[in-house]
């Protein structure tokens, strides 16, 4: 494994987000890149990912990215390749970014899939806290607390192991597609919560563009794992 950061901004928020349900976590990761015009500062590489990157706009895709927002001394993962099997790993290494920055809070970004929510309806938006102050201040500004729920992935391996104020938040998804009305209703928690300053007026039609451009990456990123896949059981047989 190798945490490289070219950067250390000290005390920042950390914001994570991994393609899961509905893509969530990642389109609303994008979104806070190009939105709060971060800088990169660092990547996690870890040999179990797939050996495939991608490239945007003529530049190269880290599959786990690191930026920062000076403005508002954010920090911000951006994962685009599925971690399945290596939550732990990278848990490690988020902590690790953690302990270097000496970071203030943690906050994980999900989508929850609801077998009622229609494409017509606004999905709801949930949190855990790990600190009454992050209960409190999400709490009096109408977000509710997810009071049943099984967390799995990356997250749920943060929230155990994490040491720090750790706080999710997770908005209702209808499909395991890209869903941007999703990751729409998290960046609006988040503005409540964080103070951005979001102008929730394109927030739709950015994500639905982010939506293409990830819904694209993910799926080269899973032909990628597949083919590497196929290479190993054909060295076997």
Not at 62 to 71: C, L, N, S, V
Not at 88 to 95: E, F, M, V
Not at 164 to 176: G, K, M, R
Request: aromatic letters at 8%; one cysteine or more.
């Amino acid at each position: 494994m190798e945490v490289k950061l070219f950067k250390k901004p000290k005390t920042p928020i950390i914001i994570q987000g991994f393609p899961g349900f509905g893509l969530v976590g990642t389109i609303t990761t994008e979104f806070l890149i190009e939105h709060l015009k971060t800088e990169y500062i660092g990547y996690i590489w870890l040999e179990e990912l797939p050996t495939m990157v991608a490239i945007h706009n003529s530049k190269l895709v880290q599959p786990i990215g690191i930026f920062h927002d000076k403005r508002n001394n954010i920090v911000i993962f951006h994962v685009i390749t599925a971690a399945q099997g290596i939550e732990w790993k990278i848990t490690d290494a988020i902590l690790d970014v953690a302990k270097q920055l000496a970071a203030k809070e943690i906050i994980c970004l999900e989508g929850v899939g609801s077998a009622t929510l229609t494409e017509d309806q606004e999905p709801k938006t949930y949190f855990y806290a790990s600190n009454s102050a992050a209960n409190k201040k999400l709490s009096s500004n109408g977000i509710e607390a997810l009071g049943e729920g099984i967390i799995m992935g990356a997250t749920s391996a943060l929230l155990l192991r994490s040491r720090i104020p750790t706080t999710a938040l997770f908005a209702e998804t209808h499909s395991n597609m890209p869903d941007s009305k999703a990751a729409a209703k998290i960046i609006k928690a988040l503005d409540v919560y964080l103070g951005l300053k979001v102008d929730y007026g394109p927030l739709l039609d950015a994500a639905v563009k982010f939506e293409e451009k990830l819904k694209t990456l993910i799926t080269k990123s899973q032909e990628a794992s597949d083919m590497q896949e196929k290479k190993k059981l054909s060295y076997v047989g």
